[in-house]
């Protein structure tokens, strides 16, 4: 095999390596020629792009060939999904139906429950306040309104020391 030996393009220095199949560098004027290779192996890849082009267009046709073959078939059976339609209106409006049924049913055994209220009586002790007998039983001071309401206390009032309480809690 004879090795073809080339110039330089930039300084026209003779007796490089072939710089389109090799990453090559002037020994004289110091120049990367990693373009011309690049470049090459562009000229390269259009052969394989026109194969690639082929290979795309076979793909479409055959896509295009069997989704016409698919919806001819769709279109016979176009009767049966239109009788499918139709069953499945009527099945959503008993569906309908039965839900609110459902929902009726809930709502009234909702009122029939009924939720257990506890009633504590609490006898105040020294240095109490709606605040603190709030956050003992409800866990936030916040609430004291609830227990100022459920013992008709009015501001400004004073808890008077064994003055009994009631606390409503419920479960």
């Not at 095999?1 to 072939?18: E, F, H």
């Not at 389109?20 to 004027?29: A, G, L, W």
């Not at 470049?39 to 055959?62: A, D, F, P």
Request: net charge positive; aromatic share 8%; proline share 3%.
């Amino acid at each position: 095999m004879v090795m073809k030996i080339y110039n330089c393009p930039v300084c026209r220095q003779a007796g490089l390596p072939d710089y389109r199949n090799h990453h090559t560098v002037c020994p004289q004027c110091d120049s990367d020629l990693k373009p011309y290779l690049l470049l090459t192996s562009l000229e390269k890849s259009k052969t394989g792009s026109i194969l690639r082009n082929w290979l795309v267009t076979s793909l479409i046709l055959i896509v295009l060939i069997v989704s016409s073959l698919f919806l001819k078939n769709k279109l016979e059976h176009k009767g049966e999904i239109i009788d499918y339609n139709r069953r499945q209106l009527v099945l959503s409006d008993s569906i309908e139906q039965l839900q609110e049924k459902i929902n009726y049913f809930v709502k009234e055994a909702e009122s029939k429950e009924k939720k257990l209220t506890i009633l504590m009586k609490y006898k105040v002790r020294k240095g109490d306040n709606a605040w603190k007998i709030a956050k003992m039983f409800y866990g936030t001071g916040s609430k004291y309104n609830l227990v100022e309401d459920q013992n008709n206390l009015k501001q400004p009032y004073q808890l008077n020391v064994d003055q009994v309480l009631i606390i409503k809690l419920d479960e």
